[in-house]
């Protein structure tokens, strides 16, 4: 009974601490999506009542919940999730080309910028920390597990912001890298390459639950460079 309490307070902790940048990521990524579309010219999203910051507008069951917390009970390397994608009609585009790079580029870049102000949120609350305690705490008290579990959330948040920013330029349908990509190839070679997103996903899948440990070590390095670039105010303190 002992190692089952354990194991639920564990997840519970998990799922605290990633749960709030992963949904505050998959909504900002998607009403980026939604917003760089309008403004080349897509109305969709915004007769649709997408183009919002409001959760319940973007959250998937599957996507947003389910899939999050299957990674973590399976002990995944990878905490990964979507939100319902925003409905985009390039026909709406001034120019195709570039409307698809830009509102495919959007996502992931806007989760990028995400992460740098979490980073500097993150390090406006340990200068205060440090301003308030003078950062002496007690391991074992509440302001010391509360600081933990605050820090644990920032860190938490930038990395899966930065990492929903990198998977997503992997170019394989319909991940957003493969429509920058697209938007390069001659007009019959982008159609036949788009069109491999209907088994996208299943590759996907693969990626995330067999194979973390083959992706995570070829998008760590970039990973990391780009939180500890999140985090550049540690550099002053060290």
């Not at 001034?94 to 390090?123: D, E, H, M, W």
């Not at 067999?210 to 992706?215: H, K, M, T």
């Amino acid at each position: 009974m002992a190692g089952l309490g354990q194991s639920i307070l564990k997840f519970l902790e998990q799922l605290i601490t990633w749960a709030p940048g992963l949904i505050m990521g998959v909504v900002i990524h998607e009403y980026s999506h939604g917003l760089i579309a309008y403004k080349s010219g897509d109305p969709t999203a915004k007769n649709m009542g997408r183009l919002t910051l409001n959760p319940a507008r973007h959250i998937d069951l599957f996507g947003s919940i389910l899939l999050p917390l299957l990674l973590i009970l399976f002990n995944s390397n990878i905490i990964f999730g979507y939100a319902k994608p925003v409905p985009i009609n390039p026909g709406y585009f001034k120019n195709y080309r570039k409307g698809l790079r830009y509102t495919s580029l959007a996502g992931p870049l806007s989760n990028i910028i995400f992460a740098f102000v979490v980073g500097l949120l993150y390090g406006l609350f340990y200068y205060i920390f440090f301003k308030v305690t003078g950062g002496v705490l007690n391991s074992g008290t509440i302001g010391y597990r509360s600081f933990n579990l605050v820090s644990t959330i920032f860190v938490n948040a930038i990395y899966i912001n930065v990492f929903l920013a990198i998977f997503n330029f992997i170019p394989i349908p319909p991940l957003d890298g493969s429509k920058i990509l697209a938007s390069f190839l001659p007009g019959e070679a982008m159609s036949r390459y788009l069109s491999f997103g209907r088994f996208g996903f299943i590759f996907i899948f693969i990626l995330l639950f067999l194979g973390g440990r083959v992706l995570w070590p070829i998008i760590y390095p970039v990973i990391n460079f780009i939180y500890n670039s999140c985090i550049w105010w540690q550099y002053l303190i060290s």
